[in-house]
């Protein structure tokens, strides 16, 4: 018996995060998954996820595992019959079964966010939930080169929430690209975990060389100081999306 | 002393529809609004919409008057001070002085509505809000075939909710459009007006010719037969937008 990997998208807006928060008393998108995944398997199923994304954020490929132990539902058919249960702002994308060592935090080699800032001249009504709006002009080419300066191996001490505890801050981004597309202006990273917080700070500081309040050549001197101060406020949690998680390949091939 | 002219972009996902429902104690668009005029002019401000769209129908270009008596805000400080009013659902994208007579319903002399489709593999959490979702696939170009012929002067009996009291249900449509763009099919109707749930009807028939449930020229047929039970269903109000409604130039030049 092997253990089974769904691919999710989800609209944050109505959830306080991912992860269950014991004793808060509010929904998360992990207890109405693990919910809708009980009713299926007619017993209590406990799903590790790959990201713990923050109230208000969404995803269109976070990725959560569990046993498959007595689950009776084909892996064929888990789509439909977990979409038609669960709300209509939680989607499973994909399912797949996996070995059973597989698990979905652990895995992982690299994770793309994105973060989407909306620069029109007024704000839009329909974007409000997805992305950040910032009605001051941003210079993107700017913003383009600061962000080059963000791939590669570094302590991104600097660009960590204050108070967070790991072991280390030594985090691999292997690409950042910046896209605009008509008055959305959108930052992707992709990398081999981040820091908490480091992608909405990173896109904070980013925001102030856009803004000519931090010059471009100053990110490495940012990341060397480790000093949070330093780098820019954090922002919003609305404008970003956990867009993939990546396993390697012998993982998922391995026989369940 | 003239009119005020707003034109305002909202998300109607929260709202029970756009015009007051006496009563009812729901929230409306045209409450929120007032409410918050009500604030700037330090009276009470009572607006005429020129669509009255229903709960969950989206606005780009809603257009409402109200006479300028005692208003203290000048024309160009408007729209910020009234979108710092107003919740982020709602936003004044125009505001302009026109002749005191000027009367947003009665004045308008084209409307546009657009209605979104979203026919991906799986239903996408982002769009939920703002079209319909449809897994089965739908034949566009039987769809603008059909469009074409609901573009002209006729009486739209069979495409108008059932127990409608109207003096006539004569109306003109100018255009019809298909648009597929990826996943997303959308349809846009400019008109001289619309009658009940006529573009919701309209393309619920639509959606049955893109099934091959209704032949193209089975369209002219329906029209004629002013039976609303021949034409398709009433689609959810969440895929509707009202984009725009145009007045004379004549009107609008008017000086107030």
Redesign the interface.
């Known amino acids: 018996m092997g253990s089974l990997k769904l691919t999710l ?3 944050g807006t109505a959830y306080h995060g991912f992860q269950e928060q014991r004793g808060s008393g509010l929904a998360t998108i992990q207890e109405v998954l693990e919910q809708c995944l009980g009713k299926l398997a007619g017993h209590r199923v406990q799903v590790v996820g790959a990201g713990r994304t923050d109230a208000r954020v ?1 995803a269109r490929g976070q990725v959560v595992s569990f046993p498959a132990a007595g689950w009776p539902v084909p892996v064929n058919r888990i ?1 439909p019959a977990l ?1 038609g249960l669960l709300p ?6 994909k399912a797949e079964e996996v070995a059973p060592e597989f698990h979905a935090r652990f895995d992982a080699v690299a994770k793309t966010y994105r973060y989407y800032i909306f620069t029109g001249r ?5 974007q ?1 939930l ?1 992305a950040y709006y910032l009605s001051r002009p941003l210079d993107a080419e700017l913003i383009r080169q600061a962000a080059e300066y963000l791939v590669g191996t570094f302590d991104f001490k600097a660009f960590q929430a204050a108070g967070a505890t790991t072991k280390t801050s030594v985090r691999t981004i292997y690409a950042a690209a910046v896209e605009q597309q008509g008055d959305m202006l959108s930052f992707s990273f992709r990398g081999d975990g981040f820091l908490y917080n480091q992608v909405r700070i990173m896109v904070g500081t980013l925001i102030q060389v856009g803004w000519r309040k931090i010059p471009v050549t100053a990110i490495p001197e940012i990341i060397a100081s480790g000093n949070r101060t330093l780098a820019g406020p954090t922002v919003p949690p609305r404008g970003l999306f956990l867009e993939q998680v990546e396993y390697p390949l012998a993982v998922l091939s391995r026989v369940p």
């Open positions: 998208a989800y609209d969404h789509t979409n209509d702002d939680i989607v499973v994308v007024l704000p839009c009504p329909f409000r997805y």
